[in-house]
């Protein structure tokens, strides 16, 4: 005021002028729903066989956090660099991204984060228990197999594995041939089990005799030794064609190979596709044979596709009935064979919703080829009384049966699996040691309330990530469907597509036909997942919000509940409906 | 130094010399001179402020109501409709505690057109919460707003400096303007209590629920009524600076023995003081009351020259409808409580820029004089009958 | 995933007395992360009048003039000449009107201010309605809307006034749409007019208001975007009057944003497919003043639309 002010009474100044904030104003009271940071399934996760966190896996590529998001994997599945090949990867079938333009390649993804780590040689920080003391012994080093005793491992189990073969790896090493799956790859995932403390005894054939003296070596056993034994072709002549399973096991030593000219392969699954192929690699122009009809054939699509791009053909509802070597030139090298087919047609009832094909009349056609070869199926061994019968206490899981004898036995893999691939067989593997840990630590009853509780989803998948507790145990089952998904924050991108050979040049060797993602092809492939169900920080709940009620407290988010009004943009604006609405309960 | 200066141009003199920062006004007849030398100042460099040429008086009023929440002086002057257009922003600026000024010339309102003097512009802006300073002259337009930036920012009060229409606005006298320096020691520059500052974030003129608008509104007129104190204290330091009177809130002239005492106010006080001077030399005990401030109205002051006269009358060049002279309407609440108060006729005269003559400021004491009581609430003077008549034909 | 670059400051406070899924308030944090403390916010009477708060609290962390309704323009001004006065030219003035403010009662003044090109951002806020008097009419309410005093069939018939275009007739420096469901163009747009010193800026912000639009408290961001998608508020900026630029294509159908709102739930087939023609009739007419010149960015959205529908299709 002036200097010469004189007055002492001051002039009151009573204006509406603010002095403090409205954060006296608890305005949460007004909110009569609440919105929730609820994580939820992603469906890649819930149709992976292995329950892969495959949401969170590519968020971390996304960000570049390579070997995180490899370590998210080996939660679940200790063969990324394998799967990434040979998985038929039903989650890109689930990925809610094909109603926006293309799925994910998660395959691909998931193969550049295997082969990143064996380059580096890393190996996986992964939640694991300190030894427990138990000893469990695993019957067959394939899939199933080596997945269990990881698991069992990572349990606090202490493990050896029995293989019959001279190198471990089963189907993986035997049945898959090169330019599907390099040995190094198969080598470098094995050779990390091992150093896991995992003990792999080769040539070590289990019978019903040495299999006494394991138990009494052991408090659990784990038998997943697969279905070694071929189906053999029972029409006449059939014991002159060769088991397409042998066969790819033997083109894997450079062994003498005396065949050219046509051969005929009688099957319609994987292994008689991978044994066309390989033929067509050695110089013979393969006929596949089949029964039914193509889109019947149990093998995987992509890998139908595949065949048929090579120039394999396909003699569809064909069924062989006699094998005969030619009579007019018996003498010929190589043989001539004279392949007798029955034509089928598709009866008008079906079984099972699958087609059923019968004879059609009696049409008849003659192959002359140089080789038959079958790849109609296998069947197991029933090592330690399988399948346990009504004389043992047991329990039929999902991938896996186990009894209770004089000590507890699982039998996994191919054995046990609804679906036969390699995956299923980790699953296998995965479930068996989660079934044991629960038996010991709980008892028999609460084995399958355990596994139901670490269930992906619905459907009967488990994570090892959820039984040992964690971020994923706490996300709800519910599977996001495209619906849910706030499709404005997301605009049509190509997906990646891999450097793959011509024909031309796949042909004369087993060079691998797709090559791995570079680190910015895979980099940008990942940040094309939706991240469904997951929050990825992207922070449009906390931009979003009108009453800066949304906080960041050590990288995760809070909602402010003194402020928040409920009105629920942050959960439609979460563009991956990681978050709900609920009523709010007085 | 005296110079020979229109009415308006003592307002502009004043502003200059308030060292006004921002300006903002739209034209009206008769108040463009104002704000037209204070444009050339701007201009020329003569004054450091900012000019804003907005597009209406209503314009105007929220410019320098924004301009003097921001902390800065700030004037602008308007007239009649203008006056008018502003009403809503007039109590904004006073609810709001500016210490705004403005000089307002008085004018006829519409319709009929009319640019010429009347006081009901101002006077139907009594309610707004404004302070209202009458002027009778040149010298007393230059001191009236000098005292006013004085005034107002002392109180928080923004106020109005009125002036006649023509009379005074266009009327060319000796003015006694004074050096920047001594303005200088009679304003020091503008310290507000409260503006809008990012060092110190506040909402200004936010809502203001019951719980607390009476006491905000009772606060205005506890302010208002420290005004009369405040203006004989800035009145002291005036005459020390400048060495001479300013105008007082209420003049008496010649008013102890009077029989007849005339309350007047603006140029009509000019005009009385020489009615005065001629009755008195013939022996008529006649007095006059000048009344500067309207508001606050100086009830004291009125009780004390008035209460013991025998008659008085009150000019009016103004009229609020249905009742009658504002002047008197308030003369006669001011007084009424008073024992024995005297008679007051309420004359109406001059509406509309009609002449207001020695002869008719006789006329009225003369009719104040032959009755006994007021024959009628309103008197008006110097109706021209037949066209009144005319009406009914 | 679109990468927003926002600033992370926000200067409004917990507390605010904004109805739950406020488009207005939305706007303001936005924009206020933009032009940050040092600024003074100019708010005529609107929604945000309440909204700021109640005496004797702020909701906002910087200074603001509440001021009469039909001032912004003139009170922006006078609150700019002071700051020069005292020598504060890095202070940026705001004024911040709802649409009742900008396109009636407030046009006047807001016209002399721009006309004066004074040095401050003239932000329209814009809900289509007198929504803090109960959903009235203004001349920004869009053919088509009930309103209260446009009720049952008298539903309003004639168009939004287009204010864009009227504050780009003035020729000022800087014109723009802003919307709350694209919060980094906003703050870009925000930002650029804050480093536009000098002349006036304006800034016009669809800010869905649920309780007048008849929407879910939920669906304000998702509405405001619809708008930009159907092509019934485009996005766009026009420098000096002159130079259009297109920040985003439409084309959605209108009906797509129609349907979701309380507000046009009467209207049938035939006045959705009139609705559609204005608004085509408007983009077309847009599309030539932007003329030759386009931006990228929105020659990249077109390609995505492009790219989005072919993968519809197959």
């Given at each position: 005021m002036a200097p010469q002010e004189a007055f002492v009474d001051p002039v009151p100044l009573f204006v509406p002028c603010s002095r403090t904030s409205t954060e006296v104003n608890k305005t949460g009271s007004w909110r009569y729903l609440r919105p929730t940071y609820t994580e939820k399934t992603a469906p890649c996760g819930a149709a992976c066989p292995a329950g892969e966190d495959i949401a969170r896996i590519a968020m971390l590529a996304s960000r570049g956090l390579f070997q995180e998001a490899w370590e998210t994997i080996l939660q679940e599945n200790p063969f990324p660099a394998v799967c990434g090949r040979v998985c038929f990867h039903p989650c890109e079938g689930a990925c809610n991204r094909a109603q926006l333009d293309e799925p994910i390649a998660i395959h691909q993804l998931e193969r550049f984060l295997g082969d990143t780590a064996l380059a580096a040689g890393t190996q996986a920080a992964v939640n694991e228990r300190s030894a427990q003391g138990r000893k469990a012994a695993v019957v067959g080093a394939g899939p199933a197999g080596l997945a269990a005793a990881f698991f069992l491992t990572r349990l606090g189990f202490t493990c050896e594995v029995f293989e019959a073969q001279p190198e471990p790896g089963g189907l993986l090493r035997w049945g898959i041939p090169a330019y599907r799956l390099p040995k190094e790859v198969l080598q470098g995932e094995i050779k990390r089990i091992e150093n896991r403390g995992v003990k792999i005894l080769c040539q070590t054939p289990v019978t019903a005799r040495t299999l006494e003296k394991i138990k009494a070596r052991n408090d659990a056993l784990f038998i997943a030794g697969g279905y070694g034994r071929p189906i053999r072709l029972n029409i006449p002549g059939g014991e002159m064609a060769c088991d397409g399973l042998s066969f790819l096991a033997q083109i894997r030593s450079p062994a003498t190979f005396a065949i050219s000219g046509t051969a005929a392969v009688i099957g319609g699954g994987n292994t008689a596709l991978d044994v066309a192929r390989t033929l067509l690699r050695r110089g013979v122009e393969p006929v596949l044979v089949y029964r039914r009809r193509r889109q019947d054939m149990p093998a995987f699509a992509p890998e139908v596709d595949m065949a048929l791009k090579e120039g394999i053909k396909i003699k569809e509802l064909s069924a062989p009935i006699r094998i005969a070597q030619d009579p007019n030139d018996p003498e010929s090298f190589p043989l001539n064979y004279e392949l007798t087919l029955q034509k089928m047609k598709v009866s008008s009832t079906a079984i099972n919703g699958r087609a059923r094909v019968i004879p059609d009349g009696n049409k008849i056609e003659t192959l002359r080829v140089q080789g038959v070869f079958t790849a109609i199926g296998a069947e197991g061994d029933n090592l330690g009384d399988f399948p346990p019968g009504a004389n043992q206490k047991h329990l039929e899981l999902s991938h896996c049966q186990m009894a209770l004898q004089d000590l507890p036995v699982i039998w996994g893999g191919d054995l046990a699996t609804p679906v036969k691939s390699v995956t299923h067989a980790i699953a296998s593997g995965k479930q068996a040691a989660i079934a044991l840990d629960t038996l010991f630590a709980e008892g028999w009853d609460a084995v399958a309330t355990r596994l139901s509780a670490c269930r992906i989803g619905s459907g009967p998948t488990v994570s090892m990530a959820a039984y040992l507790g964690g971020d994923r145990e706490r996300r709800s089952a519910r599977v996001v469907t495209f619906d849910e998904i706030n499709a404005d924050y997301f605009h049509p991108r190509a997906r990646v597509t891999p450097v793959t050979l011509d024909v031309e040049q796949r042909l004369p060797s087993f060079a691998e036909i797709e090559q791995t993602l570079v680190t910015g092809a895979a980099r940008e492939e990942a940040t094309r997942c939706f991240n469904c169900g997951i929050c990825n920080a992207c922070d449009n709940c906390r931009l979003f919000c009108p009453e800066m009620a949304v906080a960041v407290e050590n990288t995760a988010r809070r909602i402010n509940l003194d402020y928040c009004k409920g009105c629920g943009i942050c959960v439609v604006e979460c563009p991956r409906n990681a978050m709900v609405l609920e009523e709010e309960t007085p | 130094m005296k110079q020979v200066l229109e009415g308006s141009h003592a307002v502009s003199e004043a502003v200059r010399l308030a060292r006004v920062q921002v300006i903002s006004a739209y034209p009206i007849t008769p108040q463009t001179h104002i704000?037209?030398?204070?444009?050339?100042?701007?201009?020329?460099?003569?004054?450091?402020?900012?000019?804003?040429?907005?597009?209406?008086?209503?314009?105007?009023?929220?410019?320098?109501?924004?301009?003097?929440?921001?902390?800065?002086?700030?004037?602008?002057?308007?007239?009649?409709?203008?006056?008018?257009?502003?009403?809503?922003?007039?109590?904004?600026?006073?609810?709001?505690?500016?210490?705004?000024?403005?000089?307002?010339?008085?004018?006829?309102?519409?319709?009929?057109?009319?640019?010429?003097?009347?006081?009901?512009?101002?006077?139907?802006?009594?309610?707004?919460?404004?302070?209202?300073?009458?002027?009778?002259?040149?010298?007393?337009?230059?001191?009236?707003?000098?005292?006013?930036?004085?005034?107002?920012?002392?109180?928080?009060?923004?106020?109005?400096?009125?002036?006649?229409?023509?009379?005074?606005?266009?009327?060319?006298?000796?003015?006694?303007?004074?050096?920047?320096?001594?303005?200088?020691?009679?304003?020091?520059?503008?310290?507000?209590?409260?503006?809008?500052?990012?060092?110190?974030?506040?909402?200004?003129?936010?809502?203001?629920?019951?719980?607390?608008?009476?006491?905000?509104?009772?606060?205005?007129?506890?302010?208002?009524?420290?005004?009369?104190?405040?203006?004989?204290?800035?009145?002291?330091?005036?005459?020390?600076?400048?060495?001479?009177?300013?105008?007082?809130?209420?003049?008496?002239?010649?008013?102890?023995?009077?029989?007849?005492?005339?309350?007047?106010?603006?140029?009509?006080?000019?005009?009385?003081?020489?009615?005065?001077?001629?009755?008195?030399?013939?022996?008529?005990?006649?007095?006059?009351?000048?009344?500067?401030?309207?508001?606050?109205?100086?009830?004291?002051?009125?009780?004390?020259?008035?209460?013991?006269?025998?008659?008085?009358?009150?000019?009016?060049?103004?009229?609020?409808?249905?009742?009658?002279?504002?002047?008197?309407?308030?003369?006669?609440?001011?007084?009424?409580?008073?024992?024995?108060h005297p008679p007051v006729f309420g004359y109406i005269a001059g509406l509309g820029g009609r002449d207001v003559t020695p002869d008719t400021l006789v006329e009225i004491y003369r009719r104040t004089q032959d009755c006994p009581t007021p024959p009628e609430e309103s008197i008006w003077i110097g109706l021209n009958q037949e066209v009144v008549q005319s009406w009914y034909n | 995933m679109v990468q927003l670059d926002i600033p992370p400051n926000d200067y409004i406070n917990p507390g605010h007395l904004g109805c739950p899924g406020c488009g207005a308030t939305l706007a303001m944090k936005f924009a206020l992360k933009a032009l940050g403390e040092k600024t003074v916010v100019v708010i005529p009477a609107s929604c945000w009048g309440v909204i700021a708060g109640p005496y004797p609290q702020s909701a906002l962390q910087v200074p603001v003039l509440q001021m009469a309704f039909a001032t912004a323009g003139a009170a922006a001004s006078g609150v700019r000449a002071a700051l020069d006065m005292k020598g504060d030219t890095a202070t940026t003035v705001l004024s911040w009107a709802g649409d009742g403010g900008t396109f009636d009662i407030g046009f006047q003044s807001l016209s002399g201010a721009v006309e004066r090109n004074e040095d401050c951002i003239f932000v329209c806020y814009d809900n289509e309605a007198y929504m803090n008097t109960g959903v009235q009419r203004s001349s920004s309410t869009p053919y088509g809307t009930r309103t209260t005093t446009t009720p049952g069939q008298g539903w309003k018939k004639t168009r939004k006034k287009n204010m864009v275009e009227a504050l780009a007739a003035h020729r000022i420096p800087y014109a723009a749409t802003a919307s709350i469901a694209f919060p980094e163009d906003l703050i870009c747009k925000f930002q650029k007019a804050k480093d536009l010193r000098g002349g006036s800026r304006f800034i016009h912000i669809l800010a869905p208001c649920p309780t007048g639009w008849g929407i879910a408290s939920d669906m304000s961001v998702k509405i405001a975007r619809l708008a930009v998608q159907t092509n019934v508020f485009p996005l766009y900026e026009v420098q000096d009057g002159l130079k259009y630029t297109l920040n985003y294509q439409g084309g959605r159908p209108v009906q797509d944003y129609l349907q979701v709102q309380g507000r046009f739930k009467h209207l049938t087939g035939a006045d959705c497919d009139q609705i559609q023609q204005k608004v085509d009739e408007d983009w077309e007419l847009l599309r030539g003043k932007a003329g030759i010149y386009v931006d990228p960015a929105a020659a990249r959205a077109r390609e995505q639309r492009q790219c989005k529908s072919k993968a519809r299709k197959s």
């Open positions: - | 704000v037209e030398a204070i444009s050339a100042f701007c201009a020329d460099g003569t004054m450091d402020a900012r000019f804003l040429c907005v597009e209406s008086e209503h314009s105007a009023m929220a410019a320098v109501i924004a301009a003097a929440s921001t902390g800065v002086r700030a004037f602008t002057a308007t007239s009649s409709h203008g006056l008018a257009y502003m009403h809503e922003l007039l109590h904004w600026a006073a609810a709001a505690r500016l210490p705004i000024v403005m000089a307002e010339v008085n004018r006829a309102l519409g319709p009929g057109w009319n640019i010429w003097m009347d006081q009901t512009d101002s006077l139907s802006q009594r309610d707004t919460g404004w302070i209202q300073l009458y002027c009778e002259d040149g010298q007393d337009v230059l001191d009236t707003t000098l005292m006013a930036f004085r005034l107002a920012e002392a109180v928080h009060l923004p106020v109005m400096v009125v002036l006649d229409a023509f009379y005074l606005s266009h009327t060319f006298e000796p003015v006694d303007v004074p050096r920047q320096n001594q303005v200088d020691r009679f304003l020091p520059p503008l310290v507000p209590r409260i503006s809008l500052d990012t060092a110190h974030p506040r909402v200004l003129n936010q809502m203001a629920p019951p719980g607390v608008y009476m006491e905000m509104r009772y606060n205005i007129q506890t302010a208002m009524a420290q005004v009369p104190r405040r203006l004989t204290q800035y009145q002291k330091e005036f005459r020390a600076i400048f060495d001479r009177p300013p105008g007082d809130a209420v003049e008496a002239v010649q008013c102890e023995d009077a029989e007849v005492v005339l309350v007047t106010s603006g140029t009509i006080s000019s005009t009385c003081r020489q009615v005065i001077s001629d009755l008195r030399s013939r022996g008529e005990k006649i007095g006059m009351l000048k009344i500067k401030m309207f508001r606050p109205f100086p009830i004291a002051l009125v009780r004390r020259f008035l209460g013991a006269a025998r008659k008085v009358a009150v000019v009016d060049r103004n009229f609020s409808f249905g009742a009658s002279g504002v002047f008197a309407q308030e003369l006669r609440a001011a007084l009424c409580n008073l024992d024995g | -």
